[in-house]
């Protein structure tokens, strides 16, 4: 399938190439919207994302460890029925793989033998196994307080891990700083991880009998569900296979809520540091377009306090719902959303948890006590 990139700030265009991760001005790119599917498209003899293949960019050639297809699980939260998406049944136990599945399938065909990533955790361990999936050496840059357990898993992969002093943004302006040299499979940059994150929406819409949430709840710190949500519904209701986006209602840590303040028309409280890790990025790449995003689809953003973040990591686990503090604080979420009216009785409401628990003992050992 031929394909183009666009700056959607801009509005510059460019040839397709999986060597590419962001424009000549240095504004990130997407892949222009590509035609959705209908009921019909889905191979549904591949147990993967890869069943949505005819959605995505690119002639490629699968690198896939059986990333997708993950449990939803209906549960009740308080007063409010929901439907918990369990993306840590992801073969490195977090979201991120659907998004490192297609990106390296797309750089290992462009015949990539080395490539770097930056990351707090999750990315890195991801991208590290589909490297190592595909035969390609990688090193992935991490901050320095990074989960040890994140950092273990990244190593057993065979990556090269290195630890850089100072916050999360420190870690990802040294990964761009070192992309003048090494091909970068940055999952905050580059527009086939967003393809592979939009495959959620199109699982959801399987899921659910092929229609759409009214409402999804995620957790965010770069964005990725959000702007792959974005993508994925879009590309469904322009082929009429769904009759709206469903509301997306985004939830951040307060101690880092840039997201909820850009929302809210409102500066973003001081940084402080947070149990949800994975969250921590003061300055999202794609800001502007992960709010354009929100508001598009009618949706909101909460920001979280740490108190309720640890309860609604204790509450997921008195359910038998294992969760890393990050996947937490889009549970917490529910009830602030609820009382808004964002999330309505009756209605479809999805939550997704992107992670294990598992990734992150040492913070739980604390929070679960």
Known sequence: MDYWYTDDRSGTRYPGDPLRWRGDDGAP??????PGLGSGDVDTSVRSLWRYRAALPGDLEPVSLGEGCTPLVPRRWGGTDVRFKLEWFSPTGSFKDRGSSVLVSALAGAGVERLL???SGNGGSSIAAYSAAA????????????????VLQTRAYGATVELVPGTRDDTAAEAVRRSATTTYASHNWHPFF???TKTLAYELWEDLGFRAPDAVVTVAGAGSIVLGCDLGFGELLAAGSITRRPRLLVAQPRNCSPVDAAVHDRQPPP???TVAEGTAIRQPVRLPEVVAAIRRSGGDTAAIDEDDIAAAARRLAAMGLYAEPTSATAAAAIDVFRERGAIRPGETTVVVLTGSGLKAPDKLRELLG
């Open 271 to 273: 940084f402080a540091p």
């Open 135 to 150: 035969g390609i050496d990688a090193t992935v840059l991490a901050p320095e307080g990074t989960s040890p357990a994140k």
């Open 194 to 196: 967003l393809q592979g």
């Open 117 to 119: 990533e930056d990351s």
């Open 29 to 34: 790119l997407t892949v222009e919207r590509l």
